[in-house]
DNA sequence: CTGTTAGCGCCTTCAC
DNA sequence: GTGAAGGCGCTAACAG
């Protein structure tokens, strides 16, 4: 634009260097032959001038950055936090870059447009590849390595993590029933993500292995929010038969549940148990400790650069759709009741 | 590396639409001489194609790329999380990209390398101005925009938010000091943030306004994680003479303090009064409600952005230091004591 | 209106 | 061991 002085290049090192911009770019990649000497005067100007290369002119020429994208839908969802901090994790050990990509409101009308856009954007751009959480979409036209986290009801066509979402909710709902509830009500999540579906058939299965008929009043369907959580409970709650337990898909949910119910002037367990997934840090708090099961967000997070590096080195991959365990976990949101003959 | 097919290419839509790279260049960029027919003629190769226009060869030629860079240190400190919302808000309204590095263990050796190497890494190659979230560093070596959210103590060369700790903290003390309290424990953060330093002055001249001697012992300098609020709090309590409250450079703090004090099998605010600052999610659960100072995390990030958007365009600044204002937030973990004489 | 010509900052042959 | 030349994908003059 106008910045005079701009910044400075590897032309500027190689002239106060008195090298030629290929010796400079040598020691920049540790290359073997450049005399030793030649390389230490060239470090020290490299650190005097204070510079660093540019990444964009670096990935450009060389079809490889060391950094890995990540691209998530918000950054006010517990779930994808959890996840971005395991794939932190993975990346500092493995020696990769990260860099982030959030796509504003998660429920803008332009989400898929954005992610398909970030996902092209960064991958085999500026990144080696790239993950994404919990997509709206169920494809993405890129030649570059990506693995999914949480996918799309639809895809299949790119390597994924996802939880034993089936066997979590199954042993949520055995939870339940165990504790004597048959009327159970259901608050869902995006009907686009598997996760979400699949929460809501065990949901279902459960019922019907217990030979408890199915209610469709019974099931509402939010984003797995907060906010949609709460609506969804006070439907529920304004059912003529008020149910003795609530199954949310998500703990977010679970706790806009609570807060209904609350407002409602009932509480937690006494009048309603309820019954979360993901067992995010709030979990712990809310109304004394919310039952829930946790999915252990981070190792998805985790897996997922895993699973994306053996990518990128042209490794094969174990699986194509990697499962990660859900565990129970009780606390003091659910109570047995006496059962009625 | 291998990739034979590689990446589709501005030539290749060229190519294919039987136009030259640079008539596809000015559809790209919505330049203004284009026959309409051409226009449409290239857009339907570009979809057909699928193309992307690669950020990295974009950003190097034309020195503006629309995505705005944030380092922060950390996922794990809600501070930071706030932040990037904020910024994110404002990034969304006025139309610019985010692209976030975050640093990893924020504890870790190379902190400082690696912040710098970031800033170099985004700035005036990727993102056209970046913000930094609690720098260990001093100063920055760019020629690019950029913004300090809660600067390092000794950094005045960049334009900065500050919230008005001296004053958030005074008003704290005030509070405390209101109760009756005079034996008033402090537990401090990061010592090399102007935030820390400030609200530690601040306790200190409240103490002396009141003419209370200062105990040095009282005084535990942590690092803004519960952790070491933990630790902290320890201390104070195995004084011989303990105070009757303690006053939390950050909520994490206050909350690893009264973990500790439970430990201890004390209770708050019974037998020890907290207050905290931040404001966090969590400080509303904490213990019925944890006692603290608002400074509007997220208003310090959106502020930073439009600092930022303002220099980019080359606009004036308002202010170098933006101070945001602070508030009393009264919850339930400090209480009135009976002063005696 | 559109094609041609130069590079942006860097890496990679290929000579020397 | 080191320099020169060429080109990555793209945009910005300059011609026509």
Redesign the interface.
């Known amino acids: 634009?106008?910045?005079a002085?701009?910044?400075i290049t590897i032309r500027d090192v190689a002239k106060t260097a008195g090298v030629s911009v290929s010796t400079v770019s040598r020691v920049l990649n540790d290359k073997d032959d450049v005399s030793v000497e030649t390389y230490e005067r060239v470090q020290k100007v490299i650190t005097e001038l204070?510079y660093?290369s540019?990444?964009?002119?670096k990935?450009?020429r060389s079809?490889?950055t060391n950094v890995i994208g990540l691209v998530v839908p918000d950054?006010?969802q517990t779930f994808c936090?959890k996840v971005?901090?395991g794939v932190?994790r993975a990346?500092?050990q493995l020696d990769y870059?990260?860099?982030?990509?959030?796509g504003?409101?998660s429920l803008a009308q332009d989400r898929p447009l954005r992610e398909q856009?970030?996902v092209?954007?960064?991958n085999?751009?500026?990144a080696d590849g790239t993950i994404v959480v919990t997509p709206t979409v169920e494809t993405f036209?890129?030649?570059?390595p990506l693995v999914i986290v949480d996918p799309h009801l639809d895809s299949t066509e790119f390597p994924a993590v996802i939880a034993t979402n089936r066997i979590g909710a199954m042993s949520a709902m055995e939870y339940l029933l165990g504790l004597g509830h048959r009327r159970i009500g259901f608050i869902g999540g995006r009907p686009d993500l598997q996760s979400a579906i699949r929460r809501l058939q065990a949901y279902k299965d459960s019922l019907a292995q217990a030979n408890i008929p199915l209610d469709p009043d019974l099931i509402q369907i939010g984003d797995f929010t907060q906010k949609t959580g709460y609506r969804c409970a006070e439907k529920i709650l304004a059912l003529p038969t008020r149910p003795t337990a609530i199954f949310a898909a998500n703990d977010e949910s679970a706790i806009g549940a609570i807060e209904a119910i609350n407002h409602a002037g009932l509480k937690v367990p006494e009048d309603i148990s309820i019954i979360g997934f993901d067992n995010i840090?709030?979990a712990s708090?809310?109304n004394g400790g919310l039952t829930t099961i946790d999915q252990f967000m981070g190792d998805m997070g985790y897996v997922a650069v895993e699973m994306l590096v053996n990518l990128i080195q042209?490794k094969p991959l174990e699986t194509h759709l990697k499962r990660m365990p859900t565990k129970l976990i009780v606390r003091n949101t659910c109570r047995a009741i006496k059962v009625e003959v």
């Open positions: 634009m106008k910045n002085k701009a910044s204070g660093t540019s990444l964009a002119a990935s450009m079809r490889k950054l006010k936090l971005i901090k932190h990346i500092e870059d990260l860099l982030v990509y959030t504003g409101n856009k970030y092209s954007l960064l085999g751009s500026i036209s890129t030649d570059y840090e709030e708090f809310v042209n």
